[in-house]
Nanobody
Framework: QVQLVESGGGLVQAGGSLRLSCSPS???????????VEWYRQAPGKQRELVAS???????NYTEFVKGRFTISRDSAKNTVYLQMNSLKPEDTAVYYC??????WGQGTQVTVSS
């Protein structure tokens, strides 16, 4: 079973940046080639929420609380979807997951933003 593997999380001060990566566990699975890829996050005690998405055509959408700060992109050559996060705030602290149609949730990557 193919899984999406998230990486790139860490501890950063408020105002800092991180770039998250999302790649399939099997190279033959071409991420984003057929279906939209989404980034979600889940903070402690809260429900998982959608952060950003990118369609197979490359159109990106963002939720209001990350617009202007986060950028989702796809590198077909590297078979990876990225989430560039700038101007991070303590409220961005969460486990971040990527998701696409037909695949189960991965382990996620922890992002912690200190004030």
């Amino acid at each position: 079973q193919v899984q999406l593997v998230e990486s790139g999380g860490g501890l950063v001060q408020a105002g800092g940046s991180l770039r998250l990566s999302c790649s399939p566990s099997r190279r033959t699975f071409l991420i984003g080639s057929l279906y939209t890829v989404e980034w979600y996050r889940q903070a402690p005690g809260k429900q998982r929420e959608l952060v950003a998405s990118i369609t197979r055509g490359g159109s990106a959408n963002y939720t209001e609380f990350v617009k202007g700060r986060f950028t989702i992109s796809r590198d077909s050559a590297k078979n990876t979807v990225y989430l560039q996060m700038n101007s991070l705030k303590p409220e961005d602290t969460a486990v971040y997951y990527c998701k696409t149609y037909g695949l189960n949730w991965g382990q996620g990557t922890q992002v912690t933003v200190s004030s």
